[in-house]
């Protein structure tokens, strides 16, 4: 560069291009989180000034000299949507399964004011969702609630203990429009030993994604609509439609010189139902029992609990006789349905169980310890499916 005297410094062009794009040594770019204080693994809190902390970058420092903090606040972890306390508890006496929501923290906030009204769903998998689906009551305008409530299923067997999922899912309460979902939590319950509370603290997730067809390639795809249609049928075909409490006994006919009278036959108690589908637009059923032993030809074993208004948890406390034989016993299959009363039009079948000696599973242990145990009263929860045959679902 030329300056002549008593004329101005002037600079070409290209000399002010070679200042701009080289100005000096190559610096680090600040992040976020560095003007933030953190606490190292060690407990003691990091400055929030890179030139002072040992983890900043100096203009001379290699790759080995950077520091990566795994729990930063500006990274996607697994508290991002907030972490739920729950207890479980299974009686096995009364078949029943206690979970109690405790609280939430550090929900997702879902609404405009920051905040949100959250609340619990409890769904027992497999199974109808709306059949076995429980509810918390919502807190207000919080990301921070405190429940303190029980939940409590009835009819659960050992057997569901050991096969069954619970999930519970947190969710906020929108009066004007549809309810946000927040995060879920699924605990398997054989985690959960009889008679024992166990208390869990889990981080909420997302759900867990349904492959989709059209990710497939196009030879796939077909193939992937047909199996999720037949998957649907299958899961249909053995939904869950609630549980049935059963108390069977078998009298055997008194012997000659007894004198009490009695006669020997089949005691059929219907005590209760739980989590029954809904089956009316006010989300309850108003439900009843029938029984038959058959093959019935001249259909005379019919028997019929009395209607219980609007509830999904009847309890009916009725008992029905059959005089029967153990020899004729036997050969007989014994049906029980529950029915959902309509008024002025065809009721609905909500769901039902047969017990025979070629019924498999619950229904079979209950037959065989009834026809075992004579003169003993045997109590036991069914499942409620609607897999009977179409000419038992007309009522």
């Known amino acids: 560069m030329t300056v002549r005297k008593g004329k101005k410094l002037t600079i070409s062009i290209q000399e002010h291009m070679a200042i701009d794009v080289c100005p000096g040594p190559i610096r680090p770019i600040r992040q976020i989180s560095a003007y933030f204080p953190r606490l190292s693994p060690t407990g003691e809190p990091i400055s929030p000034n890179p ?45 029943s399964l206690h979970c109690t929501i405790i609280r939430a923290k550090g929900l997702k906030p879902m609404d405009f004011n920051g905040l949100a009204d959250p609340y619990v769903k409890l ?45 519970l899912s947190v969710c906020d309460e929108d009066k004007l429009t549809h309810n946000e979902f927040i995060g879920e939590s699924r605990v398997a319950l054989r985690r959960v030993k009889p008679d024992q509370t166990k208390r869990f603290y889990t ?58 009278g009695h006669r020997g036959g089949l005691w059929v108690g219907v005590q209760r139902c739980a989590h029954l589908a809904a089956m009316d637009v006010n989300g ?23 209607v219980i208004k609007k509830t999904l948890n009847p309890e009916f406390n009725e008992e029905f006789f059959y005089e029967i034989s153990l020899s004729e016993l036997v050969s007989k299959t014994l049906e029980v349905t529950v029915w959902d009363y309509d008024l002025g039009r065809s009721n609905d079948f909500i769901g039902g169980v047969c017990l025979s000696c070629h019924s498999q599973g619950d229904a079979l242990r209950h037959w065989m310890d009834c026809l075992r145990n004579k003169g003993q009263k045997v109590e036991r929860w069914h499942v409620l499916t609607n897999e009977l045959p179409q000419s038992t679902c007309q009522e």
């Open 51 to 95: 030139a002072a902390s040992p983890l900043a970058l100096s203009p001379g420092s290699g790759a080995s000299g950077v520091g990566m903090d795994i729990h930063s606040s500006d990274s996607d972890d697994c508290t991002a949507l907030g972490t739920l306390e729950f207890e479980l508890r299974y009686e096995r006496a009364t078949s």
């Open 123 to 167: 769904h027992l998998l497999p199974g109808a969702s709306k059949a076995n689906k429980l509810k918390t009551k919502t807190v207000r305008n919080s990301l921070n609630p405190v429940w303190n409530e029980t939940l409590t299923y009835i009819g659960i067997t050992e057997e569901d203990m050991h096969r069954k999922t619970l999930r």
């Open 203 to 260: 981080c909420l997730e997302h759900p867990p994604p349904l492959p989709s067809p059209t990710a497939m390639g196009a030879a796939l795809r077909g193939i992937s609509c047909y199996l999720r249609e037949w998957e649907n049928e299958q899961l249909h075909s053995l939904e869950e439609r609630g549980r049935l409490l059963l108390s069977l006994q078998f009298l055997p006919p008194p012997e000659e010189g007894e004198g009490d």
């Open 284 to 306: 309850f059923s108003d439900p009843y029992v029938k029984t038959y032993l058959k093959p019935d030809v001249q259909k005379k074993s019919k028997h019929k609990t009395a």
